[in-house]
């Protein structure tokens, strides 16, 4: 069954127990999966990759199916689902499990697909189409903040900060907090100061996100893709600094090879690296070996030249290649 976004308190009533989000406004399917699910529950929420469920669907199974004396109803979040998930949701919906409820997070879905089919014409589940915001959705959300604020700021500025979300509700909010920040020590704020508070391009834990992958931190590297919004161009920007990672790592085996003390390497590198960096960085070399970091730096090449074909996929696209790289077993 579908439900408008704009019908969206329809689901405070409905007694369906699997919803699906899709689109690319990933802030307004953040705002919802908050306000009507999130909100909702206490300390019982999960939260689960795609690929995690297929790869151990077991335990997925384990987690929906098992409650203990403390738990009431349980919440389960799912990111970047595509086709590959029907079997499963077909599953659950067939052993009526009570007591949960699960949300799934898609980008944008063809009408042809199975996913987006199963959800529009079950009565049992709830599909979400989410559009992107214009421009006077977007002004309403930044005048409403302004107000409440007591900020005082013309059109002009509040034209410039949509501009610099790029349309998504979710980066909107973002730049909102870091201005909400920033006024509990000034009275005004200009266009100026603005376009200084508003550089997207470093909002999102780029550099957290890429050394917890080639640490191999596969869990955290995922909640760490969960948590964000990413757009086309931050997708770029991220495979474009994991490509200078790679690289530097590259240099430092290879120079390893010829001066065994990693240590020593270390301190000579150039540009210097920063001492906070350097237990990381040694973790990253005792996870990797020079064959494992040529072969990323030879497909990362690749990786985005897809993405640029392939824009609607492009979250999807890098995504999947952080994930794949953050699991794979050092040769």
């Not at 699906?20 to 939260?47: A, M, P, W």
């Not at 689960?48 to 151990?56: G, R, S, T």
């Not at 870091?178 to 550089?199: A, V």
Request: hydrophobic share 40%; glycine share 2%.
């Amino acid at each position: 069954m579908i439900i408008k976004h704009f019908e969206l308190s329809k689901i405070n009533n409905c007694k369906a127990k699997i919803f699906l989000l899709y689109g690319q406004n990933e802030g307004f399917k953040t705002d919802i999966t908050k306000k009507y699910f999130i909100d909702k529950f206490k300390n019982d929420i999960f939260r689960y990759d795609e690929k995690e469920i297929l790869e151990n669907k077991s335990n997925f199974f384990n987690g929906i199916l098992s409650k203990s004396f403390f738990e009431e109803k349980k919440l389960f979040i799912i990111s970047r689902v595509t086709d590959k998930l029907v079997d499963i949701i077909e599953e659950v919906l067939e052993k009526e499990i009570k007591d949960i409820t699960i949300v799934l997070n898609a980008s944008i879905l063809d009408k042809k697909t199975k996913l987006r089919k199963l959800f529009e014409k079950s009565k049992d589940v709830i599909c979400v189409p989410v559009y992107e915001d214009n421009s006077q959705t977007l002004s309403v959300i930044a005048r409403d903040f302004f107000k409440i604020n007591k900020i005082l700021i013309s059109q002009e500025t509040i034209n410039l900060l949509i501009e610099r979300s790029r349309g998504d509700r979710g980066n909107l909010i973002n730049e909102l907090k870091k201005i909400e920040s920033y006024m509990k020590t000034h009275k005004n704020i200009s266009s100026e100061e603005i376009l200084k508070l508003t550089d997207l391009a470093e909002n999102y834990n780029v550099s957290e996100l890429l050394d917890n992958c080639l640490c191999k931190n596969s869990k955290k590297t995922i909640n760490i893709l969960n948590e964000n919004n990413f757009s086309l161009e931050d997708c770029i920007i991220i495979i474009r600094s994991f490509s200078n990672k790679l690289k530097r790592l590259q240099k430092i085996l290879r120079e390893i090879k010829l001066n065994k003390n990693l240590d020593s390497v270390i301190a000579s590198y150039k540009p210097p690296i920063f001492w906070k960096d350097k237990d990381v960085i040694k973790n990253q070399i005792n996870k990797n070996d020079l064959e494992n970091i040529e072969d990323m730096i030879f497909k990362i090449n690749d990786i985005e030249l897809l993405i640029k074909k392939n824009s609607d996929s492009a979250i999807n696209i890098m995504s999947d290649f952080i994930i794949n790289s953050s699991i794979q077993a050092n040769n």
